[in-house]
């Protein structure tokens, strides 16, 4: 990792007194004669919209998300950029003193374990120290300075009091070390097989929570399940309630709203979609009612079966292991096109026939 940054920039926002979220620190700033940076300027737009989707230009004295004061919450969401690759933007916010902040890093770098504890310690540092005392923190994050290669794991020392630890292989998939637990916990093994599938045939799928923690690592995982395949369409884990007509979009999706949302949902022209709600444990795909069936049968089975192992492991032990329900999910995949090679053929021009339906006759129902 010697020489690279961990993310491309890091704000802290806050509102409160009637002003809405704005930013009033980020690092690195730019340097006196350096060039604009046009994408960079269309993150920090984005910074305040997405780090409270809830509404627009949210302030303390009417907060529609009902957190009472003193409480915090991490989530992440993803910006997209034109060429289809992604950013993610690592959230902490806190509300406290009818103020609310907001501790943001952009990063390229799908570190979820790194930075979700890069954010605890900056809030903890915030509640007790100085800013200048912050500011240096976040410039040892960015740098990597004594960093620590510890086999399988590194470690990254921040001052006396503080260390990150994390994975240096966090996965194989572009969401990283993405926490399974969410998903796991959120939904039962039968509504996890229907929402794979319905990403597998590419619907347009809305989940819903009022939990943006929930929201935004089971809508992640459900992508980071796909490996080695990757979802190519639409792809917004919080949607703020101002893009909510992204919902109307004819094309594939996947999107993630507040529970808040809804009404507004409820009056919009949104063709027929799959509804997940992760609050009530459930999923509606009334339209779609065959795309599990349309999958070959024992591969489903054998991926129902060890998702309920991981649920039955976890109650006992409290822990939900990320490397094996990353293994599930993969092995489903090999089920179903591991022995895809032996159905292709030269065929005289340099290039490989595909026995279609020899490979199709091969998948047992």
């Known amino acids: ?16 007194n009637g002003k809405p979220l704005s930013i009033v620190y980020r690092y690195p700033r730019p340097l006196p004669g350096d060039p604009p940076n046009k994408k960079m300027e269309e993150d920090l737009l984005s910074i305040p919209l997405f780090s409270f989707p809830e ?9 529609p998300s009902g957190k009472k004061e003193g409480t915090s919450e991490r989530f992440t969401f993803v910006l997209t950029n034109s060429d289809g690759s992604r950013k993610f933007g690592f959230c902490r916010r806190t509300f406290s003193a009818n103020t609310l902040s907001v501790l943001v890093f952009i990063s390229k770098l799908p570190w979820f374990e790194f930075f979700d504890k890069a954010l605890l310690l900056l809030e903890n540092l915030q509640k007790s120290g100085t800013m200048s005392e912050s500011a240096a923190m976040v410039q040892k994050i960015y740098h990597l300075d004594k ?11 921040l001052n006396s009091f503080s260390t990150i630890d994390f994975m240096n292989d966090p996965g194989a998939s572009e969401f990283g070390d993405v926490p399974f637990s969410y998903l796991l916990q959120s939904l039962n093994t039968r509504n996890i097989i229907k929402v794979l599938a319905s990403f597998i045939w590419e619907r347009r799928v809305i989940f819903a929570s009022s939990d943006l923690s ?22 917004i884990p919080v949607l703020p309630t101002s893009l909510l007509h992204y919902c109307c979009a004819p094309m594939p999706f996947v999107v993630g709203i507040s529970e808040q949302s809804l009404g507004a949902l409820e009056t919009m022209p949104i063709e027929e979609v799959v509804f997940v ?10 339209g779609f009612q065959q795309d599990v069936a349309l999958l070959p049968t024992s591969s489903v089975s ?5 998702l309920k192992q991981l649920s039955s492991t976890a ?15 993969l092995r489903f995949w090999i089920s179903i096109f ?23 006759n091969s998948r047992s129902k």
Do not use: C, H
Not at 147 to 157: P, W, Y
Not at 214 to 235: D, E, G, V
Not at 302 to 306: I, P, Y
């Open 55 to 63: 509404e627009k230009e949210p302030n303390i004295e009417d907060d």
């Open 147 to 157: 960093l620590i290669n510890l086999g399988n794991r590194s470690q990254l020392t």
């Open 302 to 306: 054998r991926l129902n079966s060890a």
């Open 277 to 286: 709600d992760l609050d009530d444990r459930r999923v509606v795909n009334e």
């Open 214 to 235: 929930k929201l935004s690592y089971t809508i992640i995982a459900f992508s980071a399940a796909l490996y080695p395949f990757a979802w190519q369409n639409i792809f």
């Open 315 to 329: 109650k006992k032990s409290g822990n939900y292991d990320n490397a094996t329900a990353r293994k599930a999910f």
């Open 338 to 360: 591991g022995s895809y090679s032996e159905f292709t053929t030269p065929s005289g021009n340099g290039k490989l026939k595909f026995d279609r339906e020899g490979f199709e």
């Open 1 to 16: 990792m010697e020489g690279k940054n961990s993310f491309d920039v890091f704000t802290y926002l806050t509102s409160g």
